[in-house]
């Protein structure tokens, strides 16, 4: 059987992303392998197709006892049998692993390191009896003293090779720097590896970093249009994950705090209830690593700033797995960058205290850029991008600037008459007269004392900001970073350079939109069917399908098994298993809605990127639905559309509720207020799963077309 065979029938996705099939090729060459993919990006796929298809068993080395529980599941579902061996199982659970290994019942095992090599075990003596055929290291950074998560008991598996000499390994990580690269390669002893690294750009995340200012108000600001969604918060301390996570409660949200120091069976619950989706938020301190592998994970939040650029992919990269569009926000303080820096300083290390420091003053450049996020990141990672996404904070603003040499002046004066032995919080306060008693007298006797008191603290520290970013400034690495002159001032203070400064900055609204239409009230039954079987089979939601899978769904209308074998993630086990009960509600709901399969306009692509309203008017002008768009705004009627067309009525209802959902038609123009009202109140009582029902109590003074463009409505607005 070729790999994409495999691929389409264990995991139901008819191609490769990224480098997958020359990795498992080299795999399956058993050749050794290092490859650096970005999180979500597929790096379970590298190993797990090769374990199906290789003779024997796959060992995976993996230090997150959660995510060996979820990988577990995952394959177990999909047919391919898997098993964990940890701290969490009892001795009869331990021996009935072992015989099933040994009765060659198991393709994957997931282990600890420290339980391969530790002294009362005898399990690398039993691991070499038995038929293995590919040695996996996931999460290979933490061997590296230079890596941003660095595990002493990484360090032992240096003798794999010593124990499994002709066995193949592949090492893998998500974030790995060049100094932390060289490192895994040395300390695995891997033989003549092929090094594979993949594209790190996640272009389904919109980056953005705000000031922090008030931050559980500017929290809260941006939960309330996600109150549905799953999403991640990082804090800095344990006790600060548990008071946010209490505060989030008594505003209505189910949140809980997740951190290391926790019981052991509290956390476990509490990730069991997230995956399941009982717990919408998960609020976890950044130096603990959840291994979550949830795929409609929609946000993720920093309201600390974490200590590393490695670290903070990371955790940004556990948003959208799904594919969808996703967000990451980042609130900074550069109170937050103080706090760290004692916490990067490593005793009696002075190289990797350095090493520490200098991430983390990486970290603050991200903060403090102004310039494109995502370019940033993806140089930070040896990977070249232009210098604009379209979908960061900084590309999606429109920058007036102004003639900000005075301004400019006055801040390197300040900076200079201070001797440049100050951080910016004290120039601040001695450009606006501050009476505040840190000042020493001394100063307030220099000529730059007060003059800049027209001027906000909020916009002085976002000039300071800016004339660093543009080299005028310099931050030093100290624990107490002070503001320092540079060649470049020179120019300024003597009136011989020319200084923009931004004077205002306008935000262009940016949500998520759906990629292709789909039915609104058929997905969510979808959702109710997979929730189901998931509380049967006890496992997560979204290891029986994902959330783009049943986007798809519900977006192509599929008639028959060999049409929903076209949906990417139903491979021929799922196929079976659930294929018919996904497929009768569509059915129905088709035969109900006047409505018939889009299969055919499915392109052979699995990864699509979802389109702004902006592009798919521009580039999507074949799209169906957008046809009809383009009818409706020209005048006509549903009615003559439809005609125009040869398609039912109730289908160009669809396609305009979807631009109803995405704000491209006002709700106003094809329901009136008080229907409006009637319908939204029905909605609320009987819910939006069936519009059947809803019609029959509403009666025959309302269409099926303006229950639609309600729910769209609703769903827009977020209260569905």
Same mark, same amino acid.
């Given at each position: 059987?070729?790999?994409?065979?495999?691929?389409?029938?264990?995991?139901?996705?008819?191609?490769?992303?990224?480098?997958?099939?020359?990795?498992?090729?080299?795999?399956?060459?058993?050749?050794?392998?290092?490859?650096?993919?970005?999180?979500?990006?597929?790096?379970?796929?590298?190993?797990?197709?090769?374990?199906?298809?290789?003779?024997?068993?796959?060992?995976?080395?993996?230090?997150?006892?959660?995510?060996?529980?979820?990988?577990?599941?995952?394959?177990?579902?999909?047919?391919?049998?898997?098993?964990?061996?940890?701290?969490?199982?009892?001795?009869?659970?331990?021996?009935?692993?072992?015989?099933?290994?040994?009765?060659?019942?198991?393709?994957?095992?997931?282990?600890?390191?420290?339980?391969?090599?530790?002294?009362?075990?005898?399990?690398?003596?039993?691991?070499?009896?038995?038929?293995?055929?590919?040695?996996?290291?996931?999460?290979?950074?933490?061997?590296?003293?230079?890596?941003?998560?660095?595990?002493?008991?990484?360090?032992?598996?240096?003798?794999?090779?010593?124990?499994?000499?002709?066995?193949?390994?592949?090492?893998?990580?998500?974030?790995?720097?060049?100094?932390?690269?060289?490192?895994?390669?040395?300390?695995?002893?891997?033989?003549?590896?092929?090094?594979?690294?993949?594209?790190?750009?996640?272009?389904?995340?919109?980056?953005?970093?705000?000031?922090?200012?008030?931050?559980?108000?500017?929290?809260?600001?941006?939960?309330?249009?996600?109150?549905?969604?799953?999403?991640?918060?990082?804090?800095?301390?344990?006790?600060?994950?548990?008071?946010?996570?209490?505060?989030?409660?008594?505003?209505?949200?189910?949140?809980?705090?997740?951190?290391?120091?926790?019981?052991?069976?509290?956390?476990?619950?509490?990730?069991?209830?997230?995956?399941?989706?009982?717990?919408?938020?998960?609020?976890?301190?950044?130096?603990?690593?959840?291994?979550?592998?949830?795929?409609?994970?929609?946000?993720?939040?920093?309201?600390?700033?974490?200590?590393?650029?490695?670290?903070?992919?990371?955790?940004?990269?556990?948003?959208?797995?799904?594919?969808?569009?996703?967000?990451?926000?980042?609130?900074?303080?550069?109170?937050?960058?103080?706090?760290?820096?004692?916490?990067?300083?490593?005793?009696?290390?002075?190289?990797?205290?350095?090493?520490?420091?200098?991430?983390?003053?990486?970290?603050?450049?991200?903060?403090?850029?102004?310039?494109?996020?995502?370019?940033?990141?993806?140089?930070?990672?040896?990977?070249?991008?232009?210098?604009?996404?379209?979908?960061?904070?900084?590309?999606?603003?429109?920058?007036?600037?102004?003639?900000?040499?005075?301004?400019?002046?006055?801040?390197?004066?300040?900076?200079?008459?201070?001797?440049?032995?100050?951080?910016?919080?004290?120039?601040?306060?001695?450009?606006?007269?501050?009476?505040?008693?840190?000042?020493?007298?001394?100063?307030?006797?220099?000529?730059?004392?007060?003059?800049?008191?027209?001027?906000?603290?909020?916009?002085?520290?976002?000039?300071?900001?800016?004339?660093?970013?543009?080299?005028?400034?310099?931050?030093?690495?100290?624990?107490? %970073? #002070?503001?320092?002159?540079?060649? !470049?001032?020179? +120019?300024?203070? /003597?009136?011989?350079? $020319?200084?923009?400064?931004? @004077?205002?900055?306008?935000?262009?609204?940016?949500?998520?939109?759906?990629?292709?239409?789909?039915?609104?009230?058929?997905?969510?039954?979808?959702?109710?069917?997979?929730?189901?079987?998931?509380?049967?089979?006890?496992?997560?939601?979204?290891?029986?399908?994902?959330?783009?899978?049943?986007?798809?769904?519900?977006?192509?209308?599929?008639?028959?098994?060999?049409?929903?074998?076209?949906?990417?993630?139903?491979?021929?086990?799922?196929?079976?298993?659930?294929?018919?009960?996904?497929?009768? %509600? #569509?059915?129905?709901?088709?035969? !109900?809605?006047? +409505?018939?399969? /889009?299969?055919?306009? $499915?392109?052979?692509?699995? @990864?699509?990127?979802?389109?702004?309203?902006?592009?798919?008017?521009?580039?999507?002008?074949?799209?169906?639905?957008?046809?009809?768009?383009?009818?409706?705004?020209?005048?006509?009627?549903?009615?003559?559309?439809?005609?125009?067309?040869?398609?039912?009525?109730?289908?160009?209802?669809?396609?305009?509720?979807?631009?109803?959902?995405?704000?491209?038609?006002?709700?106003?123009?094809?329901?009136?207020?008080?229907?409006?009202?009637?319908?939204?109140?029905?909605?609320?009582?009987?819910?939006?799963?069936?519009?059947?029902?809803?019609?029959?109590?509403?009666?025959?003074?309302?269409?099926?077309?303006?229950?639609?463009?309600?729910?769209?409505?609703?769903?827009?607005?977020?209260?569905?």
């Amino acid at each position: 059987m070729e790999p994409v065979q495999a691929l389409q029938k264990y995991f139901g996705y008819s191609g490769f992303r990224h480098e997958q099939e020359a990795i498992i090729r080299h795999v399956l060459d058993k050749k050794d392998v290092l490859a650096l993919m970005p999180t979500g990006g597929g790096k379970s796929i590298c190993y797990q197709l090769p374990a199906v298809m290789l003779e024997g068993l796959t060992i995976v080395i993996s230090p997150l006892i959660a995510l060996m529980k979820d990988q577990v599941d995952a394959l177990n579902v999909n047919g391919i049998p898997a098993a964990f061996f940890n701290s969490s199982q009892s001795t009869q659970e331990q021996t009935e692993l072992a015989t099933k290994l040994r009765n060659n019942q198991v393709k994957l095992l997931y282990l600890a390191p420290e339980r391969l090599f530790a002294n009362e075990s005898k399990l690398i003596g039993f691991l070499k009896t038995l038929p293995v055929s590919l040695i996996v290291i996931d999460e290979a950074h933490c061997i590296s003293h230079w890596g941003h998560d660095f595990r002493p008991e990484y360090l032992a598996l240096a003798g794999l090779k010593d124990h499994f000499p002709a066995i193949p390994v592949i090492a893998l990580t998500a974030t790995a720097d060049k100094l932390t690269k060289k490192d895994i390669l040395e300390k695995l002893n891997l033989k003549d590896p092929a090094i594979f690294i993949s594209s790190f750009n996640r272009a389904n995340i919109t980056y953005r970093v705000i000031p922090k200012k008030n931050s559980f108000n500017q929290l809260l600001a941006f939960l309330d249009e996600r109150k549905d969604e799953s999403g991640i918060i990082y804090c800095l301390s344990r006790k600060s994950t548990e008071a946010l996570a209490a505060d989030l409660k008594e505003e209505g949200f189910f949140a809980e705090a997740y951190h290391a120091g926790l019981d052991n069976a509290l956390k476990a619950r509490t990730q069991e209830a997230f995956l399941r989706d009982e717990v919408r938020i998960i609020v976890a301190t950044i130096a603990f690593g959840m291994g979550i592998n949830k795929s409609n994970v929609r946000y993720v939040v920093h309201v600390d700033m974490p200590k590393n650029i490695e670290g903070y992919y990371q955790e940004t990269g556990r948003a959208g797995r799904d594919g969808l569009p996703s967000e990451a926000m980042l609130l900074y303080s550069p109170g937050d960058a103080v706090k760290l820096k004692q916490f990067a300083m490593i005793e009696d290390n002075p190289d990797q205290s350095r090493i520490m420091l200098k991430k983390l003053d990486d970290m603050v450049k991200y903060c403090q850029l102004h310039a494109c996020r995502r370019q940033f990141l993806l140089q930070y990672f040896d990977e070249a991008f232009p210098p604009n996404c379209g979908s960061c904070d900084f590309c999606l603003t429109e920058f007036k600037k102004f003639d900000g040499t005075l301004i400019a002046q006055k801040a390197l004066s300040a900076v200079a008459r201070l001797k440049e032995r100050f951080g910016s919080t004290y120039v601040i306060d001695l450009l606006r007269g501050s009476k505040n008693e840190k000042i020493r007298e001394e100063h307030k006797q220099l000529k730059t004392y007060g003059i800049g008191a027209d001027i906000s603290k909020a916009d002085w520290a976002r000039y300071i900001r800016e004339l660093t970013a543009m080299g005028y400034l310099q931050v030093t690495d100290d624990i107490y %970073p #002070v503001l320092k002159l540079t060649p !470049k001032s020179e +120019l300024v203070l /003597k009136g011989l350079e $020319k200084v923009e400064l931004v @004077e205002a900055e306008t935000t262009e609204e940016h949500k998520p939109v759906a990629a292709l239409p789909f039915e609104a009230s058929l997905l969510n039954e979808l959702k109710n069917i997979r929730r189901d079987i998931a509380l049967h089979e006890n496992v997560p939601p979204y290891i029986i399908l994902s959330d783009a899978t049943l986007m798809e769904i519900a977006t192509y209308l599929p008639q028959s098994l060999d049409e929903l074998r076209l949906v990417s993630g139903f491979g021929d086990i799922k196929l079976a298993r659930y294929g018919r009960e996904f497929l009768l %509600p #569509v059915k129905d709901y088709c035969i !109900k809605n006047g +409505l018939s399969s /889009k299969i055919k306009q $499915k392109t052979p692509k699995r @990864e699509r990127k979802a389109k702004t309203e902006k592009a798919s008017k521009t580039s999507d002008s074949n799209d169906t639905a957008y046809k009809s768009f383009l009818l409706y705004k020209a005048g006509k009627t549903i009615a003559e559309i439809a005609a125009e067309r040869n398609l039912a009525v109730t289908t160009i209802e669809g396609h305009l509720s979807f631009y109803i959902y995405n704000g491209s038609i006002d709700i106003a123009e094809m329901v009136t207020e008080e229907k409006k009202l009637k319908i939204q109140d029905i909605i609320e009582s009987y819910g939006a799963e069936k519009l059947s029902p809803l019609k029959e109590v509403l009666g025959d003074d309302y269409s099926y077309g303006e229950i639609r463009a309600v729910i769209a409505w609703m769903r827009k607005v977020g209260m569905i």
